[in-house]
C-alpha cells in the first residue's frame, strides 16, 4: 500500500519536529533536504500558516505548527494501523525476512531497523546468515536469503543493488602507536609495519588500497573477523584498515586515523532483479533505509566515533 503524498508531507513534517532540523529529517527519510523543505512549504502554502521557523540552528515549531502537530501525529498513526489492516488482508500477518549480512551491518544497522519494523510487524521472524562477500552474493542468487549486503556492486548477473550509505575505511593502531600522532596516515607508511588483513572471500577491498598505490603490505595475519583484528591491534600484533561502521562503540584500546587518499567503501542491499519479493522483505527496505540514515545521522553527531 503506497503512502499518498499528503501522508509524506506529514511525516516529513513530525521527522523536521522530532530532529530539530530539516537536514536530519532528511537522513532519516532517505529524501533530499530539497525535498523536504519542498514537502513543508507546500503544507504551509495548503494550510496559510508558518509550521517551522527556520534558522542556523534547525528548525523549530511556531505557536501554529504547535496548535496542528497533534492532529498530524493521530492522521500518521491513522493512516499506519491502516497499512497493517490492509497488510494483513494481504497475508502479513505471519512471515520471515532471510538477510545475508557481514559484521558492521549486523551490529550497527539492522537493530534500529528490525526494532521499528517489529513495532508495526512483532510476527515476523528473521534469519541472519553472516558470511563474506562471496557467500552473501551466491545466497542472493540462489535465493538461500531475501536480501544481502555487500560493499561493491554485485558481479552476478540477475542482481540488484540499492546503496544505502558509504564508509570510511581508516588506519588502525595500537594506543600510542607512533603513526597515532598524525592527523591522516598515508598508504605507504603502512607498509613498514606488520599488517594484520581483513580478507571477505574474494573480495579484499584493503589489498586494492595498496595495489592501487603500486604497494604492498607486510600481511602477517589474515581474518575475515573484525573483531579479532581489534583485538590483536590492542596486542601490539601489527596494524590494519577497517571501516569506520564497525569502530563504532569499539571495547578495544586502539586509535583509529584516516588514510590518505580518503577511502570509502559503498554499501548497498541486493536483492533477485526481475522478480517479486516476500511481502515481509518488501515491507521491510523502508524501514531498513530509514534505520540507515538514522545511524548514519547517529554517527555524523560529536563524539560518536571516539575510541578509546
Known sequence: ????????KYQAFLECVQRGSITAAARALSYSQSGVSRMIADLEREWGVVLLDRGRGGARLTSDGECLLSTVKEICEAHRRLRMQVDDLNGLRTGSIRMGVFSSVATHWLPHAISAFRADYPDIDYELLTGDYAEIER???????????????????????EELASDELLAVLPKGHPLAGRGSVEVAALCDEPFILLEKGGDDEVTSIFSAADLEARVCFTTWDDYAIMSMVESGLGISILPALILRRAPYRIEARRLDPCVRRHIGVVRRAGGPLALAAERFLPYLARGVAYEVDVTDRPGTRQLA
Open 139 to 161: 545466497w542472493v542468487a540462489d535465493g538461500r536469503v531475501d536480501l544481502g549486503f555487500l560493499s561493491h556492486r554485485p558481479t552476478s548477473r540477475g542482481l540488484s543493488f
Open 1 to 8: 500500500m503506497p503512502l499518498d503524498t499528503n501522508i509524506l
